[in-house]
């Protein structure tokens, strides 16, 4: 799970670097979705302790993932 978590965490930086540099920002709802992955992950480490922050991990997951097919 954290080798996943690194892997989506590097992945989301590459592309958001590499959408800097060339100055386009079509690849906006791709890093959204990319990073409600990466919020689901981190909620279900969080609930996997028992921590009350899980519960809005996984709403503004939902809430990305709305807004990145909206926009798609």
């Given amino acids: 799970m954290k080798i996943l978590q690194i892997v ?3 992945t989301i930086t590459a592309l958001a670097g590499y ?3 060339t100055g386009t920002a079509d ?3 791709y890093l959204l979705l990319l990073m409600s992955g990466l919020v689901i992950l981190i909620g279900i480490n969080e609930y996997q302790k028992r ?3 899980a519960f809005t ?3 503004s997951a939902g809430f990305t993932i709305f807004v990145a097919v909206y926009i798609l």
Avoid: Q
Wanted: aromatic residues 6%; charged residues 15%.
């Fill in 51 to 53: 921590k009350p922050a």
């Fill in 19 to 21: 959408s800097l540099i």
């Fill in 27 to 29: 690849r906006g709802p």
């Fill in 8 to 10: 989506l965490g590097v």
């Fill in 57 to 59: 991990l996984f709403l």
